[in-house]
């Protein structure tokens, strides 16, 4: 057994009460694997919550298996915390108390090893593959609800199936799941037919931003406050908006900018075929994968954000 799974197996057996934590603004792959371990967790009798502090959840994922047993804070009785599919440590937004220890679990190139153990596998498309892996190699037992957050988590991150590095392992993984219960169909539609109105209202609102630089190899798109308020959606809304950028034939680059309600600004870069927007996202303090990846800034002006980014990305086409 490699020797962080090892590590890792014997802190969380030996602990009493664990806290699984993910990212803000969590997303399915964050959510499916904390909620997926968390159900394997109390299968092993342990006293475990899953905590994501962003507020509101984004409620368009409610049907997750254990979604509404989801906590916004830590307990003060907690004696280890694990993260999930985190890239950084202050994208977890909590504060670790005096001496916790933290188990990193996750599948971010840019991840910056912030735990007292790190499982951090680059070639994994989701992060509850990196879970199921702990929970299989430790042998603990697998209930249905805990492989359809998984699986949940995997479809998500890999667009169905279809992003760069799905290879046979991805679907070997999938049957796996299958195996144990989950019917993809269900899932499918709980995922992709499942919209909330406000989020289709914003959609035409940030698709009347779209712009093209580069020879149209880029295109941007910008979601303001203003269309927040206009169409009722919330950032839980905005997700999949910078996939329709990047869809265009001719571009390489998508990115999304989002003005956040604190005045700062979330970028969201997708690339198509060779441009690293993981290293370019570094280069302004955020992080990710090769093809998916994000910052947020302060105190810039949008006209500003936008050239730095595209000097960037002009290096990189
Ligand atoms: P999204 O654009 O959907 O928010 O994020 C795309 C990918 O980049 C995700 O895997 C996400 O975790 C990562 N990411 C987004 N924003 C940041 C950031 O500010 N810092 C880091 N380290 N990763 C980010
Ligand atoms: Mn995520
Ligand atoms: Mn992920």
Redesign the pocket.
């Known amino acids: 057994m490699p020797m962080n799974y090892n590590n890792a197996k014997e802190l969380i057996e030996k602990s009493s009460y664990i806290t699984i934590v993910g990212?803000i603004?969590p997303?399915p792959d964050t959510l499916g694997s904390g909620l997926g371990l968390w159900w394997v967790l109390k299968k092993l009798q342990k006293r475990v919550d899953a905590v994501y502090v962003s507020r509101p959840l984004p409620q368009f994922l409610s049907w997750m298996p254990g979604f509404d047993k989801i906590k916004s804070a830590i307990s003060d009785k907690t004696d280890l915390i694990i993260s999930v599919?985190?890239?950084?440590f202050d994208?977890l937004g909590i504060d670790i108390p005096l001496g916790v220890k933290l188990i990193n679990i996750d599948h971010?190139q840019?991840n910056s090893n912030y735990g007292d153990i790190n499982i951090i596998e680059p070639e994994f498309a989701s992060a509850s593959e990196v879970v199921y892996k702990l929970v299989s190699i430790s042998k603990w037992p697998m209930p249905k609800e805990a492989a359809e957050n998984f699986y949940t988590a995997l479809v998500s991150d890999t667009g169905f199936f279809s992003y760069e590095g799905v290879d046979k392992r991805v679907f070997e993984f999938a049957k796996e799941l299958i195996e144990y219960g989950v019917k993809p169909d269900v899932i499918a539609r709980n995922l992709k037919e499942n919209e909330p109105l406000s989020k289709l209202r914003l959609l035409p609102l940030a698709l009347q931003t779209l712009k093209l630089y580069l020879n149209a190899k880029v295109a941007g798109l910008e979601v303001t406050q203003k269309m927040f308020e206009q169409s009722g959606a919330t950032v839980n809304d905005t997700?999949d908006l910078?996939n329709y950028a990047r869809s265009l034939a001719t571009v390489e680059v998508g990115f999304?900018i989002r003005e956040e309600s604190d005045g700062s600004l979330?970028v969201?870069?997708?690339s198509k075929n060779y441009v690293n927007v993981?290293k370019i996202?570094e280069s302004f303090?955020?992080?990710?994968?090769v093809r998916?990846?994000?910052?947020?800034v302060r105190n810039i002006t949008k006209d500003n954000l936008v050239n730095c980014l595209l000097d960037k990305i002009t290096k990189e086409l």
């Open positions: 990212h603004n997303d599919d985190c890239g950084s994208r971010h840019s997700d910078v999304l979330k969201s870069l997708r993981s996202a303090g955020g992080g990710g994968h998916a990846a994000g910052y947020t």
